[in-house]
């Protein structure tokens, strides 16, 4: 069966530290792949996206993902961590039309 | 500008009530999603749409009923609540494989 695994419930770093974030799938075929973020009592914005072409993906606020195929792995990653980056993780992934979400890693940030 | 649209946003019913929760989106997408999310369980996939006159069971349909009424709505419908199915639903449609949210609705089964 298709599925998503995040590995870590939870997470704390401190501030100015560097993160990442694991995730892992299980596929058929390489499926697209996502990050999103929830901020508590809101809704899920999107990060990052994979599709294809370059395994090292930009996304907002400073994060990137890489995509590597013989792990099966699509970890999200940011030099620097900012207090405003606590929230809750999503990796995701997607044969269309289908989306399967991972159980999500709580990021704490400690000042 | 109203992108993916759920209505109520909240909700309390008894166990037994049955209720429908609406959906709809502008942006003209084909796949149209039912998830709910639950503390520790990210978000399972209940239905979902591929395109309009479509509907397929995801991760946990057991209990819910959906409705492709057009290629703008997607409703979930509830027959007979159970405290089981208290949590945080979200709809979203879709292009591409990247899903657009509506801001959730938060149901409560006593």
């Known amino acids: 069966a298709q599925s998503v695994t995040q590995p870590d419930i939870h997470i704390t770093v401190s501030e100015g530290a560097s993160l990442e974030l694991r995730c892992n799938y299980s596929?058929?075929?390489?499926?697209?792949l996502f990050w999103y973020v929830q901020s508590p009592g809101q809704g899920l914005q999107l990060l990052l996206k994979?599709?294809?072409?370059?395994?090292l993906v930009q996304g907002i606020k400073g994060f990137e993902a890489e995509f590597k195929r013989s792990q099966s792995s699509f970890n999200l990653r940011k030099p620097s961590v900012h207090w405003s980056d606590a929230a809750e993780y999503f990796c995701?992934?997607?044969?269309?039309?289908?989306?399967?979400f991972g159980a999500g890693t709580i990021l704490r940030v400690k000042s | 500008n109203a992108g993916v649209t759920q209505t109520p946003k909240f909700q309390v019913l008894k166990t037994g009530q049955s209720m429908t929760l609406q959906c709809a989106q502008d942006m003209n997408h084909n796949s149209m999603y039912w998830y709910r999310q639950d503390p520790g369980m990210g978000l399972r996939l209940i239905y979902y749409?591929?395109?309009?006159?479509?509907?397929d069971k995801g991760e946990v349909p057991n209990g819910y009923n959906v409705s492709r009424l057009n290629k703008r709505e997607f409703s979930l419908r509830l027959e007979s609540a159970a405290p089981s199915q208290t949590s945080v639903y979200f709809c979203?449609?879709?292009?591409?494989?990247?899903?657009?949210f509506g801001e959730g609705s938060r149901l409560t089964v006593l």
């Open positions: 596929y058929g075929a390489t499926p697209y």
């Open positions: 979203a449609s879709s292009v591409s494989g990247e899903l657009f």
């Open positions: 749409s591929a395109s309009e006159g479509t509907t």
């Open positions: 995701a992934a997607a044969s269309p039309p289908r989306l399967v």
């Open positions: 994979y599709f294809s072409g370059d395994t």
